[in-house]
């Protein structure tokens, strides 16, 4: 007989055991599928008024055989929250996965938020357990996205010819930092910020824009400095000093092999001008630069994101898995 049971982040046996899971559940994946054991040690406990997270465990005896996490964010998107379950690949199909998200559903409706989103990965044009395990839970594709890996010997290989083709436009310039904005950037930086959810192609998934002031933008970098994340970032500066478009490529302290962007954004009233390629090459300088092991940066874009999808496989980004977004409404 399985038990699910909540999960104390706090209790680091009992996360190490949930961890596990996840990482046993994803390790046939491409990339980097799953956080190191120092990342999610770190993440998971962490005090965060951005973000709420409830972990589930399934439980035979003594053993975690599976692992459910609801993430819902506390400042805008009330109506939301993110289910995901991983089960050990030795107790698919037990009904242990279904068990996991309908314990989520019930927390998350108890919690006010009618609207649950998930993902699910696939091989590139191909299908899967997740893809027939979110139909049988109800759950809508709302989006379709590739996740992309680029090694940086293909971008070292090209970033001069790359470079050539996006010189920084004539009276724009870039400044590039490691997490913390220059703080006559700060007030541009968050209006640019509020753009992403109208300028992201998001499909059709329930998601508001937010609002972003200078005190969470300050307090959003104290958290990445806490837990020893650098968002190595290049920004925009318009000819009349405005913000015109931000990108970055983060790194944990915990693990420089693996990379990842965050954002990327230029503000539609400075598009058209390879600002894009050219604040994509700066990051991936950057990156190259400060960390000399660094071997791979991931990213994800909507497959529809045509302008995207084209700067980065110019940068040599090649696409590893598609995902799925998902949605029910309960
Ligand atoms: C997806 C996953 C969580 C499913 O867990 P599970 O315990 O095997 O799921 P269940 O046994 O509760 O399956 C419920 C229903 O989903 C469907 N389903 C699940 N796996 C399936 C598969 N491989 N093929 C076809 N249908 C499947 C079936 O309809 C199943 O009901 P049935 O067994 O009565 O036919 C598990 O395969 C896993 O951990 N995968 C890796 C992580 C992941 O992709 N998670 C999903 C995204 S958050």
Aim: charged letters at 25%; hydrophobic letters at 40%; a negative charge.
């Amino acid at each position: 007989m399985v038990d699910i049971e909540q999960i104390n982040p706090r209790n680091e046996a009992a996360l190490r055991a949930w961890w596990e899971v996840g990482r046993a559940a994803t390790a046939d994946r491409p990339g980097k599928p799953w956080p190191l054991w120092e990342q999610s040690r770190v993440a998971l406990p962490a005090d965060n008024p951005e973000r709420g997270v409830t972990l589930v465990g399934a439980i035979d005896g003594r053993e975690m055989v599976g692992a459910g996490l609801l993430t819902r964010t506390l400042k805008e998107n009330l109506h939301t929250a993110m289910a995901f379950a991983f089960v050990r690949p030795d107790r698919t199909r037990e009904g242990i996965g279904r068990r996991l998200v309908e314990e989520l559903e019930v927390v998350a409706v108890g919690d006010g938020r009618p609207t649950v989103q998930s993902e699910a990965y696939l091989p590139p044009g191909g299908s899967g357990a997740a893809e027939h395990f979110a139909r049988a839970m109800g759950y809508d594709v709302a989006s379709r996205e590739s996740i992309k890996e680029l090694t940086l010997t293909d971008f070292v290989e090209r970033r001069d010819a790359l470079a050539a083709r996006a010189p920084v436009p004539e009276g724009y310039r870039i400044i590039t930092f490691d997490t913390v904005c220059p703080e006559e950037h700060l007030a541009s930086f968050g209006r640019l910020l509020g753009m992403l959810m109208s300028e992201v192609p998001l499909g059709d998934l329930d998601l508001e824009a937010s609002e972003w002031s200078a005190e969470r933008i300050r307090a959003a970098e104290q958290r990445q400095v806490d837990t020893g994340r650098h968002v190595q970032t290049a920004m925009a500066i318009a000819p009349d000093g405005s913000v015109a478009g931000v990108s970055d490529v983060r790194v944990d302290d915990s693990d420089p092999v693996h990379g990842q962007v965050g954002i990327t954004i230029v503000d539609p009233a400075h598009r058209g001008r390879r600002l894009g390629l050219a604040l994509k090459v700066a990051t991936h300088d950057l990156a190259v630069a400060t960390y000399p092991d660094l071997v791979s940066v991931d990213t994800s874009n909507a497959e529809v994101n045509t302008w995207m999808n084209a700067v980065n496989d110019a940068l040599g980004y090649r696409t590893i898995e598609t995902l799925l977004e998902l949605q029910k409404k309960l």
